[in-house]
């Protein structure tokens, strides 16, 4: 089991879409029972979503492509190099390197990191810049957590998004007995993927950081699930929206 330290530092990777299949296994492990990282995900995962969202295209300088490229390909030259002389890095330094040691300066990383990703697109000759568009999917209570209110956010064609929930009673409540609201997303073939747990933050409000492609799926829903989850739905359904219609 991770570290909270370590979950901060793969959170903030996860942010950006630069995180392992196994390194991913491994947060979402600690994630299941630490409300706390739930949180600080959910926190990166919100920044990193909406700052693309807020960039005004503009039309880049022919010459910034030239520069980007050369700067790019000298970068990858001195990083083969380096590869060639020295030891394989663990995992926990491969994130490290690219991201500050602090918890907030982690967030201003993802957030830049994700700017830059979106900042521009040349398409044939005229290099116009596309902007991404968010998407938001509401989502409606069942009847038990009938004040329950929950909204979906991410953006077409990325695999970050972001899930919150209020009016969401304790699971414990729900169920009568210790458990956690375990997120799925549901295909077209009625077969459910455990996406992520829902957090509780210090206002009441729920949080989930899911790491998906929304396109590939027609509904999202939260049961209630035994501590540590459950590989398919067994609990009591919560809140559901369908993503077919988004």
């Given at each position: 089991?991770?570290?909270?330290?370590?979950?901060?530092?793969?959170?903030?990777?996860?942010?950006?879409?630069?995180?392992?299949?196994?390194?991913?296994?491994?947060?979402?492990?600690?994630?299941?029972?630490?409300?706390?990282?739930?949180?600080?995900?959910?926190?990166?995962?919100?920044?990193?979503?909406?700052?693309?969202l807020a960039l005004e295209p503009v039309a880049a300088p022919p010459e910034l492509r030239g520069r980007l490229m050369r700067a790019v390909y000298a970068e990858a030259g001195a990083a083969a190099a380096r590869r060639a002389t020295s030891k394989p890095a663990s995992w926990w330094r491969r994130v490290w390197g690219g991201v500050p040691a602090s918890r907030g300066w982690t967030a201003v990383a993802a957030a830049a990191a994700v700017a830059v990703i979106g900042f521009a697109?040349?398409?044939?000759?005229?290099?116009?810049?596309?902007?991404?568009?968010?998407?938001?999917?509401?989502?409606?209570?069942?009847?038990?957590?009938?004040?329950?209110?929950?909204?979906?956010?991410y953006t077409s064609g990325g695999s970050q998004a972001v899930l919150n929930v209020t009016g969401l009673p304790g699971p414990a409540a729900v169920a009568g007995h210790s458990a956690v609201y375990e997120v799925w997303l549901i295909g077209a073939n009625g077969v459910a993927v455990a996406a992520a747990y829902l957090g509780q933050g210090p206002d009441g409000t729920w949080s989930a950081a899911i790491h998906e492609d929304m396109a590939a799926y027609t509904t999202l829903a939260a049961t209630v699930e035994p501590i540590g989850g459950s590989p398919q739905p067994t609990g009591v359904k919560v809140i559901q929206g369908s993503l077919s219609s988004a």
């Open positions: 089991m991770i570290s909270c330290q370590d979950a901060d530092v793969l959170a903030a990777a996860l942010s950006v879409g630069s995180l392992g299949g196994g390194d991913e296994e491994a947060l979402q492990q600690h994630l299941a029972g630490c409300a706390d990282c739930r949180r600080v995900t959910g926190e990166y995962m919100t920044a990193a979503a909406r700052l693309p697109t040349w398409t044939g000759t005229s290099r116009q810049v596309t902007a991404p568009k968010s998407v938001s999917v509401a989502l409606v209570a069942t009847s038990a957590a009938p004040q329950a209110r929950g909204q979906l956010t």
